[in-house]
Every structure is written in C-alpha cells, then in structure tokens.
C-alpha cells in the first residue's frame, strides 16, 4: 500500500499512467467501484501456441470481493472472481505448466465505462469522458466449494441485485461442476478519468466566427435498462419489486454519472 | 472467403468458435456492423518486456473501411484503422523488430456491445444478449497524409454523425503530427451473439412452485445518449440538427436492437 490513508495499488512501470498522468488513478476505492459496476470485463492472456502471435481475449463476467474477509469495503484489498467455463481455452489453460500451477495463468482484464462524447472546436480535441481500469494478476480455478458458491451469489447479484435469492437456489450438483469461477490475484491495477467539458486551442477559441457555428459541449451516455420484458413462459403478472427497483436505480445512477462527470465530480 | 454469396473471415483453429457453436458468425456483414458500432474498441497486444507475463490492454477508438476501395460496403473486406497516440506503447513498439517491420505489430482487438440481461428460473441459465467481436490482425502506422486524415473523418464520424464538417478542419500540421492512425490489417476474425428469451432445465420448468415466484425474461439494455450540455464555452443557441438527429436515432437504434435481440431477430 503506497499510502496508508488512501490505500492503493503500487505503481510499477507496467501499470503507470504516462499519458495524461493526471488522468491516472491507483487507489482500490476508485478501481474497485469500477470494475464492480461494469457488466463485461476483457481479459486477456497469451496463448499456449508459441507460434501465435496473437493474445487471447475473451468478454467475461466478474466480481471483486474478499472470501476470507467478506464484510470488507472496496477500500481493502479485494480478489477478482471471474465466471467462465471448464471448456473455455482459459479453463484448459489453469495450472497447466509449472509455473502456471505455481502462480495461476497470468490475466489482464479491462473494465472501461463511457460517461460522455466531448465535442470540441476541432476533431483533434474531441474525446470521451470515461472511467477504464486495467487490472493485471494470476488466475487460478476455485475449488472449494463454499468459495465458489459465494463467488457464484456474488456475480449474479453484480448483474442484478438481490436476483440470487430470487431464483432457484442452491445450484445441483451437475450446475456446480459445469460452472467454473476463476480467482484472480491482482498484481497491480491501475484507473484512467477522464471528466469535464471539451478543452480547445488558444486559436480556435479566438476564432469568433469557427465559434458562432461550432457547438461545443458533451453528449452524456450511459447503459440503459428498458422495462424488463417477460418471457413467454414467465408465470408472474407483475415485475417484482426488486427488479423494477433495480432498473430504476440503474437508469437513475447511470444518468447521474454521466452528468456529474461533466462537471468533473466524482 | 469461405463463401462467395456470403463473404466471410476464414475460420482458423484461433477464431473457430467452440463453446455454443450457433453463436458463432464469420460474415463480414455481422462483424464490420459491430465493430462500426461499438463506441470503445479493447486493443491487446504482447508487451516487449519477455519477463513480463501480461498482455497489453487499451480501451481504443476505430473504425472498419477501405481507403483503396472507400464505397464498398461492409459486406466487403475492410481494414481497421485505430486512432492512437505516438507517445503511447503501442506506437513505440510499431515497427521496432525486423518481423513486426514486415507485418506489423500483432493485434487481438475486441468489440462488445450489451443488448440484454436475460434472466432465468437457475442462476445458471441467466444469460446476458450480447454482440461481441475478436479480431486479430497486424498494426502499422498510417504514413499516406491523404489515408490519414480520411481515416481521421471517418473515427470522428463514428462517433457523432457528420461531426467532421461541423468542426474546424482541416487539422493543423502540428494536428497531424501529434495524431496516429494505426491500420490493422485483419487476419481473422469471429463474432458470437446471442438473442432470445431464457431456456430452462426441464426439471425447474416442471417445477410450478419455483415458476409462480421467479420473474423470467429478459431486461434489455443499449447504450442511452442524454440531452447534449452545452459547455460554458459554446456560442451556439440550440442544439444543430445533426446532433440533434443523431442522439435521437442512436436512442432509438439501440432500444429497437435491444427489443429485436430478445426475440432473435436480426
């Protein structure tokens, strides 16, 4: 931890931000929110063929949280769960050669949000307000099963809140071993901000008549939900009031970032 | 191409989709709408380093199309032109060993776009709808000053329709110096997308106590654009048309895909 009021991760040349430094950010709060509120993770790791040049990538689901330590705040140090499948070349991959059985399969994964298109004078200074982690850490497959199983609770909730509980729970035997959750030790990590509205040239900002026909400004966006849609085989007359609450709150909160990012708070 | 009426990627060991084969699709169609599409392209890539484990990630900005051949269609091969940095890793490894001045710097370049969360009887049949591509290929910098600032227009356009005439163009010679465009040239590629409504166990479907109390069916989601803020340093009254236009077509857009994802239509 490079600073014990603000705990984070270290800075190692490989996760330093060097482009727009001010941009970067290393605390656990700031990169565990981020990540924990984005639907798909990209995880990257390199392929066991030598002559493939190519990294593998694959979108995926996960979840940062601490087993052995539960009740802890994103503040703390936290583990990354990801579900995958025994199938997957990523699955294959686990604890395949001595050192992978040692550390894991080495990940990088990336979270990334869109809060915003900033519309600048010039197309060179058009950018987006974001919110991007990139994480890098060893990946091992969970075994035990109480891990694994609060893993599992862990992700479906990160996808909608309290639908654990309102399915058919726990899971057999077969979905347990046809399941596979993955543990990802982080190394290091690392979040890139961006916030606030465009930032033009001297010049162009001089110019009065590019500024007369020139909008400049930011288009706010984010995920949103539509009402939830039943299936032909869903027997309830109604939206329960756990999902209904939780795509309004999404919708609401998803809104709210977008624009509190535009006047640069958090 | 695998098929003259429906021209597609070659499917190769790399790219051949395994795990729910039906999701799979090799047509160019499928993949270059997708990848147009997606506002944030993830870049992955071997770092130099041979002690270091870890892909490279970036969260990037691209765009498919044909500066030789511009009005073909995406139905037609393309080239993925990505808007970069020279500063950043990416461009300091371009070009930098005998093999990648040949061929280029090798790329896996990952496109997703969330069109539902589709919710099941088990936690094991939730689902998310989704899009997704991977694209693997080799990276040069764009050199030609004339391909550059035509791949320069079409990033900008990618993002808000005709935003390029509505900015100060052309870029400055320092503009254009500061700015790097990457050309991909595409290997192959795959796309992998799922539609349509939850599938359940036969068991859980039989069970009617269980299907009185748990909501089934999909919630559909797209990515929403808000009312565009003008920033305090914008001159212009209202909004343009064309900005106006394009936020209200991508809210529609993507509402109307979200809605014809759930039942499996294209």
Redesign the interface.
């Known amino acids: 931890m490079a600073d014990s009021e603000f705990p984070s991760y270290p800075k190692l040349p ?1 996760n330093t931000i ?2 727009y430094k001010p941009r970067g950010k290393y605390d656990f709060d700031t990169i565990h929110s981020i990540v924990n509120t984005c ?2 993770l ?1 995880v ?4 066991p063929d030598p002559s ?8 995926m ?1 996960g979840f940062m949280a601490s087993f052995s330590n539960p009740q802890v705040s994103i503040t703390e140090p936290l583990d990354l769960y990801l579900h995958g ?1 025994i ?2 070349r990523l699955m294959r991959l686990s604890g395949t050669s001595p050192s992978e059985e040692e550390e894991g399969l ?5 979270a ?1 949000h ?1 809060d915003g ?1 900033v ?6 200074h ?1 950018s ?1 307000n ?1 919110r ?1 982690v ?1 994480l ?1 850490g060893f990946a091992t497959p969970v075994v035990d099963a109480d891990e694994k199983i609060w893993a ?2 862990k992700i ?1 909730n990160g ?2 809140d309290d ?2 509980t ?4 726990p ?1 057999t035997k077969t ?1 347990m071993s ?2 596979q959750i993955i543990k990802v030790r982080v190394v290091d990590a690392s979040a890139k901000v961006r916030a606030g ?2 930032s ?1 040239d001297r010049a ?2 001089k ?1 009065d008549e ?27 007359s109604k ?2 009031a756990y ?1 209904a609450d939780f ?1 309004s709150v999404k ?1 609401k909160v ?2 709210q970032n ?2 509190l990012a ?1 006047t640069g708070s958090k």
């Open positions: 490989r060097n482009r639907p798909v990209h990257s790791f390199p392929t493939d040049p190519f990294p593998a990538m694959i979108p689901l499948y199938s997957s080495p990940l990088t994964i990336a990334t869109l298109l519309l600048a004078l010039t197309p060179n058009h987006y974001y991007s990139i890098h599992m609770e479906t996808v909608v639908r654990w309102n399915t058919r729970i899971p979905e046809s399941t509205w465009p033009d162009d900002m110019n590019l500024r007369a026909k020139t909008w400049v400004g930011v288009v706010p966006t984010w995920i949103a939900c539509g009402a939830p849609v039943p299936s032909p085989d869903n027997k309830l939206v329960p999902l795509v919708n998803g809104e977008a624009q535009i």
